[in-house]
């Protein structure tokens, strides 16, 4: 089947502007990742969810960010009043969920939307 | 605190060589998860292997392997006979119980091969 895929594939805006960054992971994994590459800091995790439900927002490095997932599918990231530290490959993942017991599955990567903040 | 450190930066070796990235993490749990993805120049990440931390096999897949030691923290991956397609960017990554699923990553080794 299809694999992780990801809209738009590169987006440049201005300073002070709101993006969204679309995810469509892999039809009936349950398990939703974004994670944000950038030069400085390598690959970090920003938000997991579960169905539509986000346990974890630990890596939100801001309250300018924030992501929601409806239907258990589609994700999207939002980023209000961009700044240019915000300029990074946004990756978004996703995998069968592992269940309660804290095992782990193979997340699998979409392409990622490379954000240029001007 | 959970770390992964990946002290290769870039290394470049010549088609057919050996290679051995390096990879040593810091978990205090017993249970947790360790991965080898592999980022191509396209961009796109590509799941390697998973292991979990009560496995100490060693495992071989075609040219790869993977060396788990729990002893030193390490889970150190192997191109033998690397080619030009093995150029990339290979990153490690933990993930541990109570994690919510979430992967730690290092910073990545790149390897170049050239022809």
């Known amino acids: 089947g299809a694999g992780v895929s990801q809209s738009p594939s590169n987006k440049v805006t201005e300073k002070g502007k709101d993006v969204e960054l679309r995810c469509d992971p892999i039809?009936?994994?349950?398990?939703l990742y974004w994670y944000r590459q950038s030069l400085g800091q390598g690959l970090e995790f920003l938000i997991y969810?579960?169905?539509?439900?986000?346990?974890?927002k630990s890596g939100l490095p801001s309250d300018r960010f924030s992501a929601e997932r409806t239907g258990g599918s589609v994700s999207t990231l939002t980023i209000q009043r961009t700044q240019q530290e915000d300029s990074a490959v946004y990756l978004c993942?996703?995998?069968?969920?592992?269940?309660?017991?804290?095992?782990?599955?193979?997340?699998?990567f979409g392409p990622g939307t490379r954000l240029t903040v001007l | 605190a959970q770390k992964v450190t990946q002290t290769q930066t870039e290394i470049s070796v010549v088609e057919k060589e050996d290679v051995t990235l390096d990879c040593v993490y810091e978990?205090?749990?017993?249970?947790?998860?360790l991965f080898w993805y592999k980022q191509p120049p396209s961009g796109e990440l590509v799941f390697l292997i998973r292991?979990?931390?009560?496995?100490?096999q060693n495992e071989i897949s075609g040219r790869y392997s993977w060396n788990f030691q729990k002893s030193t923290s390490s889970f150190n991956f192997t191109i033998t006979a690397s080619q030009v397609v093995d150029s990339a960017v290979y990153f490690c990554?933990?993930?541990?119980?109570?994690?919510?699923?979430?992967?730690?990553f290092g910073a990545g080794t790149r390897l170049a091969v050239h022809p």
């Open positions: 993942a996703s995998s069968r969920w592992a269940g309660t017991s804290g095992g782990y599955n193979e997340q699998f």
């Open positions: 039809s009936g994994h349950t398990a």
């Open positions: 969810f579960q169905g539509n439900s986000a346990p974890d």
């Open positions: 978990t205090r749990d017993t249970t947790y998860y």
């Open positions: 292991r979990n931390s009560f496995d100490e």
């Open positions: 990554a933990l993930g541990y119980s109570g994690g919510y699923n979430k992967l730690i």
